[in-house]
């Protein structure tokens, strides 16, 4: 009868957490146990203990969660669940070398557990070691397809192409909106803003958005291009290289996230693809990325000139179960395909900021700044800051 009414708890609470209801989710777990009293020790205990710990992590009691992680670890150091779980919260906490320990203690007790792979690979980035990131990952993903999918002879992609513009340059301005993320007004709001602040006589702007719901976006001068239905979130836009679309962009491309606020002239950022033929942000300046040398897929400069970057795409698309076993970002994959870019900081010095890293309750935008990104959190419609009514519309 006991054992029915653990069930029963556990069941429960199961389908709580599911709806987000962790309050309540957290008393059934906390019953459940209290009937396994004297089991304490049990397996089905310590399944219970690690759910419950993933409840009180949701519900931000992060360092009781990771204490019941410990006391799982203690009695059942085969949980691989508890381990990548517990890795999670040190990479928060910045504990680095506790967390890749767990990380690799969950890979060796199951080679097929995906989060542990994600987790790895952040852990080894905030460390600093990048390069070591990107070699592991090319050796389990090529260990799992049996095939050798690194690029050969990478070519670099920062060295100059020409030092002026002389003639009024064509650009196409992507951005890719999918799902339900982000509203239709986005879209609308970066093409105004880009036009607003651009010298349309030294640039024609093709505003271009790639999207799998055209619904609500006003601006008659956007031009749509639907995307497969075969990604998913981020991924999404790696179908800026697929033969299809970049079939269809100019020459000279600047893909734009469409969590961008600009707040002033981008005629030089939109000529970028001028100077180099691949370039996007680098990590060391960004508080949400807590990582350096690595990239940032916020804005994309790139010279669209023939099948160049098309294996970025099919590479990834012939191959994406293996691949997405071990890699979780898509600024991971361009890491491990593009090792040698331009980087837009040092092409723009000053001019593109992140939100996170300004400074003051009101976030005030430097002098020099041109667009303002927003990885993570906060949005746009979500930030306070007093000045994002004006340049956001």
């Not at 460390?127 to 690029?151: D, F, N, Y």
């Not at 691949?278 to 690595?294: I, K, Q, S, V, Y």
Request: glycine share 4%.
């Amino acid at each position: 009868m006991a054992h029915e009414r653990v069930r029963g708890h556990v069941q429960l609470a199961t389908l709580l957490s599911k709806t987000r209801r962790y309050e309540q989710a957290k008393k059934h777990y906390e019953h459940a146990l209290q009937l396994l009293a004297t089991q304490e020790e049990s397996r089905e205990a310590q399944g219970i203990r690690c759910a419950l710990a993933d409840v009180l992590a949701r519900l931000g009691e992060r360092h009781k969660a990771m204490a019941l992680y410990e006391d799982v670890l203690a009695v059942q150091d085969d949980c691989v669940q508890a381990h990548v779980n517990l890795a999670a919260q040190l990479i928060i906490d910045d504990e680095m070398d506790r967390a890749l320990r767990h990380c690799q203690r969950a890979i060796a007790l199951d080679s097929a557990m995906n989060e542990a792979y994600y987790n790895l690979n952040v852990i080894l980035r905030r460390l600093g070691r990048h390069k070591e990131a990107v070699e592991q990952c090319w050796t389990w993903i090529e260990a799992e397809t049996g095939l050798s999918l690194r690029p050969q002879n990478a070519r670099r992609h920062e060295q100059l192409l020409t030092d002026s513009v002389n003639n009024r340059l064509q650009v196409s301005v992507v951005c890719v909106k999918w799902g339900a993320k982000y509203a239709s007004d986005y879209v609308d709001k970066l093409c105004s803003s880009i036009r607003r602040n651009v010298d349309a006589e030294q640039v024609e702007v093709e505003f271009v958005c790639l999207t799998d719901d055209p619904q609500g976006i006003t601006s008659p001068d956007i031009a749509v291009i639907p995307l497969e239905d075969n990604w998913n979130g981020w991924w999404n836009k790696i179908q800026l290289f697929s033969p299809r679309i970049a079939g269809q962009l100019r020459e000279h491309c600047v893909y734009i996230d469409l969590d961008t606020v600009i707040v002033g002239d981008v005629t030089s950022l939109l000529q970028t693809s001028t100077r180099t033929s691949f370039a996007l942000l680098r990590t060391d300046d960004m508080a949400n990325e807590r990582r350096t040398g690595g990239y940032n897929s916020s804005i994309i400069v790139w010279h669209n000139v023939g099948d160049i970057y098309q294996s970025l795409y099919e590479v990834l698309k012939t191959h994406f179960s293996g691949i997405s076993t071990y890699i979780y970002k898509l600024d991971h994959w361009f890491e491990m395909m593009l090792p040698h870019v331009a980087f837009v900081d040092d092409l723009e010095p000053q001019h593109v900021v992140e939100y996170q890293s300004l400074e003051g309750d009101e976030r005030k935008v430097p002098e020099n700044a041109r667009v303002v990104c927003f990885p993570l959190q906060p949005k746009p419609h979500q930030a306070t800051a007093p000045w994002i009514s004006t340049h956001w519309q």
